[in-house]
């Protein structure tokens, strides 16, 4: 209940803070989109995930002001970097109905200059099992506008197949699940390069979450058709300054 006082508080107040990371071209190493994340910062208990309080904001219905907040941030920030990438927002089910997204993400691309096509829309399954409906026709008038539309943490959620041709997406985020294992494990690999190799099939750029380690990008590299990865290995998300930075420097 606490929490939820001062999480509305925060959410009028302006307190929530953004961070972004870097998705890299697997071949090239440069930075293609960065994505962002959002961050609450307790003034007493200190950072709380957004695991705890994605999911209490979406219960107290105040989901859409956060939303409507990153998006307005992250346009901006990507607008001001020195080379053309991209940038990659999270979309919550309760978004699809409780605010008008297309029309907040007009003025949000309007407003900081940014080309749809830079504008990347994450949503997870479990926000497609929960609106379906809602979220296709959604998801397609962003998609009719240029705007990427990423299926994010792939493989975690049910039934997720289904919707792979069923929905406009333009981005398969494999989950990073798929991808711990793959270092030491052969069929772990084969897994990931099976994923891999479907998504490419449906002409989906193909993500790979959660890469740590150079063994696992190497093997990534060798055995499977992923194309652009995100993980500690390169970067963790960065504050915005940090990333302006770091896209000068290797863009
Ligand atoms: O680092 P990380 O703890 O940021 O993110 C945990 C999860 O929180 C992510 O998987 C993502 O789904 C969710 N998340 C992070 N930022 C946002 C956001 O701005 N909006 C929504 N809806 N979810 C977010
Ligand atoms: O679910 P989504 O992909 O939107 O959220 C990304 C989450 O994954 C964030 O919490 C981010 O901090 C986390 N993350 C990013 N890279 C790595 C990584 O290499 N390893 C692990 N364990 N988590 C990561
Ligand atoms: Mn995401
Ligand atoms: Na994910």
Not at 191 to 219: F, H, I, K, Y
Request: with cysteine; charged share 25%.
């Amino acid at each position: 209940q606490r929490l939820k006082a001062d999480l509305r508080e925060a959410v009028a107040e302006g307190e929530l803070g953004l961070v972004f990371q870097p998705l890299l071209d697997i071949a090239t190493r440069k930075v293609v989109s960065c994505e962002a994340l959002v961050r609450w910062t307790h003034p007493e208990f200190g950072p709380i995930p957004p695991a705890t309080f994605i999911p209490l904001a979406e219960e107290m219905g105040i989901i859409s002001s956060i939303t409507a907040w990153v998006i307005e941030n992250a346009t901006h920030e990507c607008r001001s970097w020195s080379s053309p990438v991209g940038v990659g927002v999270n979309v919550s089910a309760r978004d699809f109905r409780g605010v008008d997204l297309p029309a907040l993400i007009d003025r949000a691309l309007t407003q900081s200059g940014l080309a749809p096509g830079r504008l990347e829309i994450e949503v997870t399954e479990t926000a497609l099992i929960e609106e379906r409906d809602l979220a296709g026709s959604v998801l397609q008038t962003l998609a009719d506008k240029g705007i990427a539309i990423a299926l994010d943490d792939f493989g975690t959620g049910y039934s997720s197949l289904s919707y792979l041709s069923a929905l406009p997406f333009t981005k398969l985020k494999i989950d990073r699940s798929f991808v711990v294992d793959i270092a030491e494990d052969p069929r772990a690999l084969r897994l990931l390069a099976n994923v891999a190799r479907l998504g490419r099939d449906l002409d989906l750029m193909v993500v790979a979450e959660g890469v740590e380690t150079e063994e696992q990008l190497n093997v990534m590299l060798s055995e499977t058709s992923v194309q652009q990865v995100q993980g500690y290995f390169f970067s963790r998300p960065l504050p915005a300054k940090d990333v302006a930075e770091l896209i000068e420097r290797f863009n």
